[in-house]
């Protein structure tokens, strides 16, 4: 795991709703999004398709607790 969306606070159960809906929204519309943003030193479909991984896994956790294991 590279980086995650985190607070330190609970938002609640609609911001929550309201951020996966977002996020589901741009996933299924990469490539408008990447129309819309023009990007000449990158292929951003490339880096949206194939270099960012989305999905929060048993793997990731994993790596995830080591990290926080060795802040400590």
Do not use: C
Not at 8 to 33: P, S
Not at 39 to 56: C, G, P, Q, V
């Amino acid at each position: 795991m590279f980086a995650a969306w985190v607070s330190n606070k609970n938002l609640g159960e609609d911001f929550e709703d309201a951020f996966n809906m977002a996020n589901g929204y741009g996933l299924k519309h990469i490539a408008a999004v990447v129309a819309e943003n023009p990007f000449a030193a990158y292929d951003l479909n490339k880096y949206y398709t194939e270099n960012i991984s989305y999905t929060l896994d048993a793997e990731k956790r994993k790596g995830l607790e080591l990290f926080l294991s060795l802040l400590k």
